[in-house]
């Protein structure tokens, strides 16, 4: 199945496009695009998706290959040539300060491949012996060195976001050197050592961050020589710990050729496709099957949902097959992470958006997941299980991998930073979930309020086979039980009603039994309730009554409120209440029934004052006189012959 529309190109910021006197830079630590007209001279004009635009004006110096700001936008930096970089400072107003003042590597000879701000003074530089870190003092007009890191570079890639830099000793290679800046180190990473078969060239890296987590992604091509240049999927090594490691492989369903970019979305992989115009979409949280080479653990990913293609910012209507509003990938992009596309010829600056309804698969359950995992996601998972409670082909099987991954999420969050409990001595029908992925915390948290009241309730309303409802409920008090959260009352009420209504006595008094249906006095009461329709109600009532030890006044009180006395003086005798319940209350409840309740309730008393005074008669402090009375007017005869039986049924 086809997601197409997933993803949008959101309205463009516009700019000056690339001309003859026009040069267009793109920063992308401040996702910044510069349009700069005849060296700064005429004018340089700063856009950006989410930041106010900047202009100001700079003396033509010459060709400007490079140009930045500080992550507070105080300091700006150009480069006009290999080995040097001019700073000016910017006032608080955003005025420029025209006077410079300029950075010179430590080997002045050694041109600057490329370089990042790590914080609002701190310059890291990469030439063609090492890296070299500096510190800027505005105030002073001045650059200090501070350390430097010796090591050959050919070219280096750079992620300002986390102060990462991979460098690589050679044009195509097949080890690659990692760095970490920290606080003005620079820490020197294990290698990444793809196999003397692999070599890899600069288009070929990229550094991303997906779920907190910062990984090396590198191209895997094609084993064959004829399509050497073909790409078969990603390799994503992890930095964590300081350690580097082949952490999971992204496999394509076909080799991607030509111009490839890759992209990160809400702790989405996107790869584009520039000769298909198509892009696939990878979750590393979702999808994946546990691997083992030469001692290495990774995991193997194929694409989460189908191919899809960007669409046209407001798309309503999407084609099928790259029809309707989506739109072909020009030559003209340039893609960078994680989510900004430019246009440097055409003077457009895309951001990448997504339509989460429009996300489609042929497994209902990696769907959920995929949701769980998107931090706009709670509503579009409420309304896909919505959906799924209405087709009869969405397994109860499905229900129970979804759910077991909701209560999974809702556990994560409660217990952050702790392992989630299980009860490993319940399982649901179709066991316990195991997804073989490392632990990853969803974005989406949906309580089972939300799941009663967004799912459950309509499906009855909108005409849903109640059976059908039922059975979805027992998965969801399955998936509970398996993490050790307590059901909703209102979950186990609904359980109980569609029992009643569908018949199904026999499962509800299983589900009870084994402990699924957790205990409480008003489930009890209910319960008892059903002793007409279900005469085993009542033992199950008096056996949770017992588990819980302190509900047997409340299930005595429903009898009474439903006029059943006998059964409520019954309950008190079981329940080893009898001997202190009182008499005036069971009397008067039972007056207005019919005779013989009355006269089996009054001679329930009497015998309990025979046994604890000696006694039939009644004590002063009972206040049962106009009881004595009335059941003297009703059943005895003139010569004290009583008219009836007596005893409690």
């Known amino acids: 199945m086809n997601s197409y529309g997933l993803l949008e190109l959101c309205e ?40 106010q635009q900047k202009s100001f004006v700079l003396e033509d110096k010459g060709p400007i290959l490079s140009i930045k700001f500080c992550p507070n936008q105080q300091i700006l930096s150009v480069q006009r040539n290999p080995s040097t970089l001019d700073l000016h400072n910017f006032d ?91 606080n003005g180190t620079i820490v020197k990473l294990p290698t990444i050592e793809t196999g003397s078969g692999h070599l890899v060239k600069e288009k070929e890296v990229s550094v991303i961050n997906v779920y907190s987590r910062t990984f090396i992604c590198i191209s895997a091509k094609s ?58 979409i990878f979750d590393i949280a979702v999808t994946g099957v546990r691997n083992q080479k030469e001692g290495s653990l990774y995991y193997d990913h194929n694409p989460v949902l189908g191919k899809t293609s960007l669409a046209n910012f407001g798309a309503k209507n999407v084609g099928a097959e790259f029809g309707g509003n989506s739109v072909d ?4 992009w340039v893609v960078f992470l994680p989510n900004i596309i430019v246009d440097a010829r055409n003077g457009q600056l895309f951001t990448v958006g997504m339509k989460l309804k429009r996300a489609v698969s042929g497994n209902s359950g990696t769907l959920c997941n995929f949701l769980l995992h998107r931090h706009s996601g709670k509503q ?135 402990g699924v249906v957790t205990d409480s006095k008003h489930l009890a009461c209910i319960i008892l309730s059903l002793e007409n329709v279900y005469p085993p109600a009542r033992q199950i009532a008096l056996d949770m009554m017992s588990r819980l030890g302190d509900a047997a006044e409340e299930l005595i009180e429903v009898c009474l409120a439903q006029g059943k006395v006998v059964e409520a003086l019954n309950l008190a005798r079981e329940t080893g209440l009898a001997d202190t319940i009182s ?24 015998e309990r004052n025979v046994r604890l005074r000696g006694t039939p008669n009644f004590a002063q402090e009972d206040n049962c006189h106009e009881f004595v009375n009335i059941f003297k007017t009703l059943y005895l005869c003139e010569n004290g012959a009583v008219t009836i039986g007596s005893g409690v049924q």
């Open 12 to 51: 463009p910021v516009t700019f000056e496009p690339v001309g003859p006197v026009t040069a267009v830079f793109y920063d992308t630590k401040n996702r910044q695009v510069f349009s700069v007209r005849s060296g700064g001279a005429t004018g340089i004009v700063v856009k950006s998706p989410n930041k």
């Open 329 to 332: 990938y020009s030559p003209t």
């Open 583 to 606: 008499a005036r209350k069971y009397l008067e409840a039972s007056r207005n029934l019919e005779p013989l309740v009355y006269f089996n309730v009054f001679s329930f008393f009497e």
């Open 92 to 182: 608080a107003g955003g005025q420029i300060d025209a006077a410079e003042y300029t950075l010179v590597p430590k080997n002045k000879t050694s041109p600057i491949h490329s370089y990042m701000w790590t914080g609002p003074t701190e310059l890291v530089t990469v030439t063609d012996i090492g890296l070299d870190v500096y510190s800027v003092v505005p105030g002073k007009k001045l650059v200090k060195y501070l350390r430097s890191s010796n090591t050959s570079v050919s070219w280096a890639n750079v992620c300002p976001d986390n102060c990462i830099v991979v460098t690589s000793s050679k044009q195509e290679t097949n080890s690659l050197q990692v760095w970490s800046i920290r």
């Open 380 to 514: 579009h998972v409420l309304t896909h299980l919505k959906s799924c409670l209405a087709d009869p082909g969405v397994s109860l099987q499905q229900f129970s991998m979804m759910f077991q991954e909701i209560m999974r999420a809702y556990c994560s969050h409660q217990n952050s930073g702790e392992q989630t409990p299980i009860y490993t001595g319940m399982v649901g029908c179709y066991g316990k979930l195991e997804t073989g992925l490392p632990a990853i915390q969803c974005a989406v948290v949906i309580d089972q309020s939300e799941l009663y009241t967004a799912v459950l309730v309509p499906a009855e309303q909108n005409g849903v086979q109640l059976k059908r409802i039922q059975a979805v409920v027992v998965e969801l008090l399955l998936a509970l039980a398996i993490y050790k959260l307590k059901p909703r009352q209102f979950i186990l009420e609904m359980f109980i009603n569609l029992a009643v209504k569908t018949e199904q006595y026999y499962q509800m008094h299983q589900y009870i039994q084994y």
């Open 223 to 280: 084993d064959t020589e004829e399509e050497t240049e073909t790409v078969k999927g990603l390799k994503l090594y992890s930095t964590e710990n300081d350690q580097i490691a082949l952490a999971h492989c992204l496999n394509f369903e076909h080799p991607v050729s030509g111009a490839m970019g890759i992209q990160t979305l809400d702790n989405l992989i996107l790869v584009h496709s520039l000769q298909a115009s198509s892009t696939l």
